[in-house]
């Protein structure tokens, strides 16, 4: 059958609207309850590009590595990472993104392999003890972002 996301969702904010068919290339669990805010929609990475990333940075590594993600929005690189075996430290300042990355991450069943933690990952990093990587892909302003 067809894939359906949550009835209406689509027609909520016209600026999602182009963004909204592409919902399995960014989550392809999409329909087993994926939250999104608004932002994210332009913002997460899609699911294909942060497994790469992922697979990459773990590279050939027998016993799990501890990444940082430092701006993890609603965590579409965070729970790659923890599917490629990292430790995730996953970082957000917006506290109801957060809790939308960890929802997410329990629909991947990765949750108990990150540490959500909400504030500036600038006032963070410097009392994270150990970390073999951080990973960095700030918030960019949106698609409008050009014209302010």
Excluded at 25 to 44: A, H, K, N, P, T
Excluded at 82 to 106: P, Q, T, W
Aim: glycine share 12%; hydrophobic share 40%.
């Amino acid at each position: 059958g067809k894939k359906k996301g949550k009835k209406g969702e689509k027609n909520k904010d016209p600026t999602i609207a182009k963004y909204f068919h592409q919902r399995y290339r960014l989550f392809s669990l999409f329909d087993e309850g994926i939250q999104m805010d608004q932002e994210s929609w332009y913002s997460v990475t899609p699911e294909a590009i942060g497994a790469h990333i992922a697979k990459r940075a773990f590279g050939e590594s027998s016993f799990p590595l501890v990444i940082v993600d430092g701006f993890c929005g609603v965590g579409g690189n965070a729970i790659q990472f923890a599917l490629a075996g990292f430790l995730v430290i996953a970082i957000d300042i917006n506290g109801e993104r957060l809790k939308m990355a960890k929802h997410n991450a329990e629909i991947y069943g990765v949750d108990e392999y990150i540490e959500f933690i909400e504030g500036d990952y600038f006032d963070i990093v410097p009392s994270i003890k150990f970390a073999d990587i951080v990973f960095l892909s700030p918030p960019w302003g949106g698609p409008g972002y050009t014209e302010t």
